[in-house]
């Protein structure tokens, strides 16, 4: 019987974790500079999933929002599962150890590379409540990760309704690959504008 379980819970591991996916993502950083009084500065990180030849999946959708830490080991799991993922919702049962032995390190990662980032555009918006500065950068990731639709709670409490990447782990980072001038609108075409300009 122990046998039967074990050979069960293995199946069940190989199943889940064939769901994550390895390969290029570009990764956007957006950063945004203000006149209002609070907010001046965020920043925000979105993706794009890459073929082998440096062009946007076709198949995927736009950009999408991307999470490197700050997440359950069940959204994860959830994930795996083309189940729906709680990004804000906690149980008690939830554990953090994803979290503990990739998540932290490698959004550090990220934050480290953050100013060796290839410049992509600059936006400037001007509207009659404020005016604002976007500059776009990126650069290449190669990683495990995983694609999963927020809940609908998480939906209304992060403002966005779509799909997300968890970054997993076997994280690495790619700052010499740069975006040809033949490919450049393949890649802006691809930008999710409204994740940041609303």
Known sequence: MKLFLLLFFLLIGISVSAQYKNGNLLLLKIEKTSDLKIDKQKIQYLVLEID?????????????????KDFTDSAIFSCAKKDSINLKTLVKEDTFDHDNNFGIKNFKMIETNSKKMNYLMKLDVTSSLYNQEIHISYTLLNC????????????????????????????????KKKISYENLYSFVKAIDFNTFLF
Do not use: A, E, R, W
């Open 144 to 175: 495990n990760y995983c694609i999963g639709t927020i809940t609908k709670y998480d939906s209304k409490y992060i403002d966005y309704t779509g799909d997300v990447i968890l970054i997993i782990d076997n994280l690495v980072i790619n700052n």
């Open 52 to 68: 082998s030849i440096f062009n946007p999946v076709k198949d995927s959708s736009l950009s999408m929002p991307v999470y490197f």
